[in-house]
């Protein structure tokens, strides 16, 4: 069994960190939007490829206001580029954040099961030894694996 994680992070890094990611929080909340899932669906996506045409219309808007819908502002239009743009490398550091946090949570969360099924295992086989304190252990560990009866599993009574 190889042990990928070996190092625990300590407890004051990982306060120091989500004391920073509130302050993160923080600082940018009062600008952040949340939309539904139905919201989202129905919102136009903007991909890299996507970018340049945004920004290229984006200048021809400001040399050409004639041409602008007058239903639209130069200033919306600015400012929804702008978050749009500038909002990309945030959310970049925060993707690989996550996916490394997910990641390190994952293999910590599979090798912290594997241990303490090791551990019950092996007491289960020093309960069936007659080892003091053993079957305690097992019998408090043991509830972890109680089938539920199905509901289509018929009880004969």
Known sequence: MKNLHQSSIPQEVLT??????????SILSPYLLTVTKDDRRGLAKMGNKSLAFVTEANEYSKQNPNLRPAFTSQEDFDIDVADATGLL?????????????????????????????????NTKLAAKNGVAGAQEITNSLSTRFTRRKRKNETSEE
């Open 16 to 25: 120091e960190a989500l004391n920073k990611l509130n302050e993160v929080n």
């Open 89 to 121: 490398p945030v959310s970049g550091i925060l993707e690989k954040l996550l996916s490394q946090v997910e990641d390190t949570s994952l293999v910590a969360g599979s090798e912290a099961l594997n241990h303490a099924l090791l551990f019950y295992n």
